[in-house]
């Protein structure tokens, strides 16, 4: 089979807006001290603190993703990883290779 711009693009895609996302998500940790001090959850900024974790979480599966999808392997984990990249101000690029992973399914092993 021919393979195409489109998974390529979409782990691209992936891969920066989860950069993205775990360098906010290190961003909150450590501007609030979570990672600083033990005390960081229960700072003023406790609420934004505990929101760290699952941004840097949802960051790593998309850089994930999107590796697997510059790959074509594991669809499923390719697609993960673009839902993964819509959290955010960057929208958009979890919404392109949202698409561009799903309509490059048949290039995946």
């Known amino acids: 089979m021919e393979k195409t711009w489109k998974p390529t693009t979409a782990g691209i895609l992936s891969i920066i807006?989860?950069?993205i996302e775990l360098l906010v998500g290190l961003g909150i940790a450590v501007g609030l001290g979570l990672l600083?001090?033990?005390?960081?959850l229960?700072?003023?900024?406790?609420?934004l603190a505990v929101l760290a974790v699952p941004i840097i979480i949802i960051g790593i599966?998309?850089?994930v993703g999107g590796i697997?999808?510059?790959?074509?392997?594991?669809?499923g984990l390719g697609?993960?990883?673009?839902i993964c990249s819509l959290f955010g101000?960057?929208?958009?690029l979890g919404?392109?290779?949202i698409i561009f992973v799903s309509i490059g399914k048949r290039e995946f092993k």
Not at 42 to 47: E, K, L, M, Q, T
């Open 17 to 19: 807006a989860g950069v």
């Open 89 to 92: 101000p960057w929208v958009i």
């Open 61 to 63: 599966i998309a850089i």
């Open 36 to 40: 600083g001090s033990l005390g960081g």
């Open 42 to 47: 229960f700072a003023a900024g406790g609420i």
């Open 95 to 97: 919404i392109l290779a």
């Open 79 to 82: 697609l993960a990883g673009a």
């Open 68 to 75: 697997y999808a510059l790959q074509r392997r594991m669809w």
